[in-house]
């Protein structure tokens, strides 16, 4: 049996999500004659974040799955907010996530002028009418969940001055906040949102396509639904937050006589210690709390691209979250062991040494350079194999030696012995400090017979360590991210301002570290498992061939301390 027919029968055998039980169930009922056409539609008023690329995962993954196809339609009716910048990320960031919007590429804006005649052709029917109250009037006549609102004056308006004032707003001839159309639904209606919501409000912003064409602008749930089934968008799905909206949606396609486009909700992503909301992580950005919207801190798939994160670990990630009708909170750790598991069967090996001290060779001669065999991954076996120079003078890292240690010290310190990675057993004899007790160099002798692969020296040591060989070292800086809140409710807990639980020690940025002569020429995209330190990725914004900058994507293993 190949792979692919393994994955296949595995796949088969996990349960139906709900999602899955309706589309088939459609499909089998000839509904829309058995055609899948979901759409993903982002608002371009910021970058997208891991909890987009689960809802990403699931409309291009289910579409496929059912042999349909995805539109990609940015949402972009609010013009003040919006710019062509995040229109760019959004496509950057489901094309790195391994999905193509094989229905095409859409914007809201490509719909306004039927939109508007949307609206024209609710105004006819007397299902829509120019309201030129205030917003806190409007605000205070909504009532209360049980209390039923009070009708705005002007919502007995004939349709024909309707007509001619919402003529006017497009025409440009109020002032912003003078009038806006509200849909004439049910003012007592229990849901409070079908209580004549405002479909259309002036503003006079140019709008990154349509520059000063439209001065009115439709609100997003007037357009989503109409949109929707302008496409002829068969499942619409959408996160659980708009399970309230589903009424207006079908209020709105009814009335107007379209294609029944049906909305399905389900469970957004929500994890510990991350926050979501863009206009949140804006003000990060904006206070200089991050480097960016593609910091390698942030929830956002281009952090996390930066970061080292793979679209493999976060496609298996959101598998794995999988799809649910009610909201919890997942632990970040998932995301993490999602990358471990991904990076450890595919990253190439190297030793990087970071915070580096000599380790002097004594018995080997000075200027002898002898080039050893290490295998690339020893979870790959066709990954194969690099050199690696060996020579009298080693970095090693600082907190590998001690002079005190108990009997659980495996690593080097007097009297012990310790294997160097892929090379030789060395024996302890002696170290050099400075002024204030500082180790500054460690002295031993290579064990005969002990290389690694051929070792026939009888000597058994408990601890291996990595190291880098001086006369070949590339220096580089290496940032080590953490987690960017200490809280794991960032927006909750005795503090809910999510300013106030940023974790002071996120980022770390080591100096002089020393790498392998193989790391030299390393590529922005590809992510290396230092030995014994976690998976790190050269940086795409700070590295420059004379000056190699690497960011940790995760440690080896989960070692937060909340």
């Not at 050199?387 to 009297?415: H, I, Q, S, Y």
Request: aromatic fraction near 10%; include cysteine.
């Amino acid at each position: 049996m190949s792979n692919q027919d393994a994955v296949e029968g595995d796949e088969s055998k996990k349960p139906l999500n709900f999602i899955e039980q309706k589309i088939e169930a459609d499909i089998a009922n000839g509904k829309n004659g058995g055609q899948i056409l979901t759409r993903f539609p982002p608002e371009p008023n910021g970058y997208l974040h891991i909890g987009h690329a689960k809802a990403i995962c699931v409309s291009f993954g289910l579409a496929a799955k059912y042999g349909g196809i995805t539109n990609l339609r940015f949402d972009d009716t609010n013009p003040e907010k919006e710019s062509v910048e995040y229109v760019d990320a959004i496509r950057r960031d489901v094309t790195w996530l391994g999905f193509d919007w094989k229905g095409g590429e859409y914007y809201t804006s490509d719909y306004f002028g039927k939109l508007y005649e949307f609206a024209l052709q609710l105004i006819d029917q007397g299902q829509a009418y120019v309201d030129s109250q205030t917003a806190e009037e409007m605000a205070s006549q909504k009532g209360a969940p049980g209390m039923p609102g009070t009708p705005s004056p002007h919502r007995d308006r004939g349709i024909e001055e309707n007509r001619q004032l919402f003529e006017e707003m497009k025409a440009g001839k109020h002032a912003e906040g003078s009038y806006v159309l509200r849909a004439r639904i049910d003012m007592a209606n229990d849901n409070m949102l079908l209580r004549d919501p405002v479909i259309y409000r002036i503003k006079f912003i140019d709008h990154h396509r349509t520059g000063k064409d439209w001065v009115i602008y439709p609100m997003y749930d007037f357009a989503h639904g109409q949109s929707d089934s302008i496409e002829g968008i068969t499942h619409s799905l959408c996160s659980l937050e708009f399970e309230n909206h589903r009424p207006l949606y079908n209020w709105f396609i009814e009335s107007l006589g379209i294609f029944p486009s049906e909305q399905t909700e389900f469970a957004r992503l929500n994890l510990n210690y991350t926050i979501m909301s863009k206009r949140k992580l804006l003000r990060l950005v904006e206070d200089d709390a991050v480097d960016g919207w593609d910091d390698p801190r942030m929830p956002t798939i281009s952090g996390l691209r930066r970061r080292g994160y793979t679209p493999e670990a976060i496609r298996e990630f959101a598998d794995r979250v999988g799809v649910a009708k009610r909201n919890n909170t997942i632990d970040v750790s998932l995301l993490e062991w999602a990358l471990r598991d991904d990076l450890n069967r595919r990253a190439p090996r190297a030793m990087a040494v970071l915070n580096p001290i000599k380790l002097v060779v004594l018995n080997v001669p000075s200027g002898e350079v002898e080039w050893l065999q290490t295998d690339n991954n020893p979870e790959d076996p066709e990954a194969g194999s690099r050199t690696l120079p060996f020579g009298r003078e080693l970095w090693m890292e600082a907190d590998d030696f001690k002079v005190d240690v108990n009997k659980k010290w495996f690593r080097l310190a007097p009297g012990r012995t310790v294997r160097l990675k892929s090379a030789y057993i060395v024996e302890y004899v002696n170290h050099v400090e400075d002024e204030q007790g500082q180790v500054l160099e460690v002295h031993v002798n290579r064990v005969a017979n002990s290389k690694s692969g051929e070792d026939t020296s009888g000597v058994k040591a408990k601890g291996t360590l990595h190291w880098v060989a001086a006369s070949h070292a590339v220096t580089s800086e290496v940032r080590l991210y953490d987690r960017l809140f200490m809280s794991a409710d960032p927006e909750g807990g005795e503090d809910a301002n999510f300013m106030n639980n940023l974790n002071p020690d996120s980022l770390q940025i080591l100096s002089g570290c020393k790498l392998e002569p193989s790391l030299g020429d390393a590529a922005v995209g590809t992510v290396y498992q230092f030995t014994r330190l976690g998976y790190f990725t050269v940086d795409s914004k700070y590295s420059k061939p004379d000056k190699l900058v690497f960011n940790r994507a995760v440690t080896l293993k989960d070692g937060w301390k909340g």
